[in-house]
């Protein structure tokens, strides 16, 4: 099956082919295979599990350490209150549609963009515009057969409405949708039958903490909120200065209504996540910024999508910040770093862009967010977002609890201002407000200013004044001048306390992942086409392939002295001693993203070293163990290139037996 998704050698991408790759080589599957398995579930294989493993040390490296953010680890089970208070509760929710007759769940947004987009994708084509195949789910198309792809074309008042239906989808409620889908007869795509009005679900999978019930939780469907409620024991590890980030590696969860596209949308995952607390009147400036003002951006903004276009821009992140395209600088900057992580581990830069979010995609609370998007055949997905949380979070945990989740800072310069007093007095109120009187407290110390000074103007003419507080039966309490009296006094400000904003730059391991693995496969042309999986040594989920020439007991001290050594370096690797021939062996390994081979053979009996070949060359270069083992560290550390390594060492031009060719 062949898409318009193209391979790093400009080839067609055969979905069919590097699917069948991932099962041979053991790379994943659905969990539980053996009860039928489970959608949206999925277990690694030693090849994924270990370059996840690669991945992840990567990302610690280049946000954690050289970010100086501080590591978290906080619970997953998460209590009820903690996410209704972020809203998760009420809002964290899909809408799905049942097919009735096959039972089929779907998700309603989905259904009516694949529906309305494929009705205008056929519109295009019956106009004779090309027509981009990523842009449709491949199942979907092979389901729907000949006769559903015949070009339709489309009235223009109809192509507008379609237009601006799907503009204005992430406003729509589940009502507006189930008139959507009556309006413009939306069915299942796959059966053609008619669906049920769509019901929200929420995604959260819920369950309790003790035997009791009691404690209803839900297992967390991001790492954020822990970091907000840590955001205290943060400060005080900062030494209480700001800007300060977290970052938290951990499983989220999400009772996804359909999960589709294999890793892509699953109900279990591994989240990278950043929490970047900064001062809102510092205008979110980043000390950083300078060092990459000039790093260049392929932005995909509103104004361009909105118009219909899907083509980024090429800007650099200075110029993007200035001209206010991208909020602020602290954005702008985890833009760049996002896009030099993804360079790092090997996604192709070509297959990367950043999407800025349409007005009614964002959170209400949101200032600015940008989807890091990667192409794959699926089409353009988002594998990380990158949102301006504004003080949101910490604002309504404080609100929740009472716990004071704000920055306390001196000032330089303290000033002194006049301010209205409410005075209780304690000994003369405890009679009579009794178990009351903290809540009166709190709520005598939340008055407004102009609040304060009316009740003084009231206390003045009439001896007493009510004074609203909603924790007591009536919401308010009657105080005379005996218990309270509101008087405006000099004080020094000697302290600022603010919210701190937050930027979250939100990784999805396992979309990255399959996103890399796409963007490193490729076929070598040869008397048989070869699977070849492009790892970069920094993350190749082993680095060295051990191949003697042939089964032969000469070979064997040498091999042990080998792995002994491949062991020191702490260098992975395999030996493939099996029958087939050398070629073969390359082959099939090759598959795996080896990215190094080193052959023993009979001239490495007779003391003259061992051959080295590359992965995606095939080029060898014959030398000392110790120059090859110090070569392949530094490759795996991303410290030298096969193009230095092949001028420096003596390049082999010996026999080189064909690829794939048996024994
Ligand atoms: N069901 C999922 N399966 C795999 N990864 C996911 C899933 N949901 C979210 N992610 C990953 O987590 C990241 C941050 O989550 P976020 O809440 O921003 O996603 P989202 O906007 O809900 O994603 P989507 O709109 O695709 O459902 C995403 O960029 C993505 O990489």
New binding site residues.
């Given amino acids: 099956m062949a898409s318009d998704y193209k391979t790093r050698t400009g080839a067609d991408f055969d979905r069919t082919e590097f699917e069948s790759l991932l099962r041979r080589k053991v790379f994943l599957w659905q969990s539980f295979e053996p009860y039928g398995a489970v959608k949206g579930l999925f277990d690694y294989g030693p090849p994924l599990e270990n370059l996840e493993a690669e991945v992840v040390n990567i990302w610690r490296d280049h946000f954690i350490r050289h970010e100086r953010m501080m590591a978290l680890k906080c619970s997953m089970l998460t209590p009820y209150r903690v996410l209704e208070t972020s809203g998760h509760v009420a809002k964290f929710a899909d809408y799905m549609c049942k097919d009735p007759k096959t039972g089929e769940i779907l998700r309603a947004d989905h259904l009516i963009k694949d529906v309305i987009e494929s009705r205008l994708r056929s519109d295009r084509e019956a106009r004779g515009e090309k027509v981009d195949a990523t842009e449709e789910d491949p199942k979907l198309k092979k389901k729907k057969g000949k006769a559903a792809r015949t070009a339709v074309k489309l009235d223009d008042a109809v192509r507008k409405e379609y237009e601006h239906l799907l503009a204005t989808l992430d406003d729509c409620t589940g009502d507006d949708m189930g008139a959507l889908i009556k309006k413009h007869d939306i069915r299942n795509p796959t059966s053609g039958n008619e669906v049920e009005p769509p019901v929200s679900v929420n995604l959260m999978f819920q369950t309790q903490i003790g035997a009791t019930g009691r404690e209803p939780a839900f297992l967390r469907p991001?790492t954020a909120q822990g970091q907000f409620l840590s955001f205290q024991k943060l400060l005080e590890f900062s030494d209480g200065q700001l800007p300060m980030a977290s970052a938290s590696i951990g499983y989220s969860f999400?009772n996804?209504l359909s999960p589709r596209a294999g890793l892509?949308?699953?109900r279990e995952?591994l989240?990278a996540e950043v929490e970047h607390f900064v001062d809102p009147e510092s205008g979110k400036k980043h000390p950083k910024f300078a060092s990459v003002r000039d790093v260049k951006l392929p932005l995909l903004d509103r104004k361009t999508q909105n118009g219909g276009g899907s083509t980024p821009t090429i800007t650099t992140v200075g110029e993007a910040v200035d001209s206010k395209l991208v909020d602020n600088e602290t954005l702008g900057y985890f833009l760049v770093r996002i896009m030099q992580f993804m360079q790092r581990i090997g996604i192709d830069m070509d297959k990367l862009r950043f999407r800025q979010h349409m007005a009614n995609e964002m959170a209400h609370y949101a200032a600015d967010c940008w989807?890091c998007e990667l192409l794959n055949s699926y089409g353009w997905i988002?594998?990380?977002?990158c949102a301006d949380r504004s003080a949101y979070d910490l604002s309504v945990h404080e609100k929740a609890t009472g716990v004071f989740l704000k920055v306390r800072e001196d000032l330089k310069e303290p000033y002194d201002v006049e301010e209205w007093q409410a005075n209780l007095d304690k000994k003369k109120s405890g009679p009579q407000l009794r178990k009351d009187q903290s809540k009166v407290e709190a709520a005598l110390s939340e008055l407004s200013q102009e609040m304060k000074e009316q009740l003084s103007i009231t206390m003045a003419d009439k001896g007493k004044v009510e004074v609203p507080v909603q924790e007591m039966e009536g919401g308010k309490v009657e105080l005379d001048k005996d218990i309270v009296s509101f008087v405006k006094e000099k004080r020094k400000v000697t302290q600022r306390e603010y919210t701190p904003n937050v930027i979250e730059p939100?990784?999805?391991v396992?979309?990255i992942l399959y996103s890399l693995m796409e963007h490193v496969y490729w076929t070598r042309k040869g008397d048989e086409a070869r699977s070849v999986m492009s790892f970069k040594p920094t993350v190749a989920p082993i680095k060295v392939l051990v191949v003697p020439l042939q089964k032969d007991n000469r070979f064997a001290s040498l091999l042990s002295e080998l792995e002994e050594r491949l062991d020191d370096a702490q260098l992975s690797f395999k030996v493939d001693q099996s029958g087939v021939s050398i070629g073969r062996r390359y082959a099939r390994n090759d598959e795996l993203g080896i990215p190094f081979g080193i052959t023993v053979d009979y001239e490495s009996l007779e003391g003259k070293g061992f051959t080295l070949r590359d992965r995606d060359s095939t080029k060898q270069v014959r030398a000392s163990l110790d120059e090859i083992l110090e070569a392949v560290e530094k490759m795996c550390k991303g410290k030298e290139t096969w193009e230095g390594v092949s001028g420096r060492l003596p390049v082999f031009e010996g026999k080189v037996e064909e690829e794939g060719k048996e024994e």
Avoid at 382 to 385: A, I, L, P, S
């Fill in positions: 991001e999400r996804e892509l949308r699953v995952f989240m989807d988002e594998c990380v977002g939100s990784f999805g396992g979309r």
